[in-house]
């Protein structure tokens, strides 16, 4: 049996659920979610037509400390290109395209999530 997820463990996977109805509604097919390595994990590996996108979802009830994309801080950035090349490399996309996205949510509450979606916000060495 597994344990009840905590309350933040909740409200990330909430986040999650919201950034792929988001990323569906634009025509991305969702490939995976969650996917862990030893160096680090993706949020989500999407397909935009012939390139496959790797999101980081980051969400923040509130702003007060700035923004959630402001958040992906150049060690983050680092693991995820790590973690990107592993996925790739072991489902063969090595000579595909690939990008690097972050979904933020801000808010929550009665009017729901304030979505913003950062496109190529990062490169493969993590820039």
């Given at each position: 049996?597994r344990?009840?997820p905590n309350?933040?463990a909740?409200?990330?996977?909430?986040?999650e659920?919201a950034?792929c109805a988001?990323?569906t509604?634009?025509?991305l097919t969702v490939l995976?979610?969650n996917?862990?390595?030893?160096?680090?994990?993706?949020?989500?590996v999407?397909l935009?037509?012939d390139?496959t996108?790797f999101?980081?979802v980051?969400q923040?009830s509130s702003d007060?400390?700035?923004a959630?994309?402001?958040?992906?801080t150049?060690?983050k950035?680092?693991r995820?290109?790590?973690?990107?090349?592993?996925?790739?490399?072991?489902?063969g996309?090595?000579?595909t395209?690939?990008?690097?996205?972050v979904?933020?949510?801000d808010?929550?509450?009665?009017?729901?999530w304030?979505v913003?979606h950062?496109?190529?916000?990062?490169?493969a060495?993590?820039?």
């Open positions: 049996m344990p009840e309350g933040a909740l409200r990330g996977r909430d986040g659920d950034a988001y990323l509604e634009l025509g995976e979610r996917f862990r390595c030893r160096g680090g994990e993706i949020d989500i999407a935009d037509r390139t996108v999101v980081e980051r923040r007060s400390h700035g959630s994309v402001e958040t992906v150049g060690a950035r680092r995820i290109v790590q973690a990107a090349r592993l996925y790739a490399a072991t489902r996309l090595s000579e395209p690939i990008r690097f996205d979904v933020s949510l808010g929550r509450g009665a009017r729901g304030s913003r950062d496109r190529d916000a990062f490169d060495t993590g820039r």
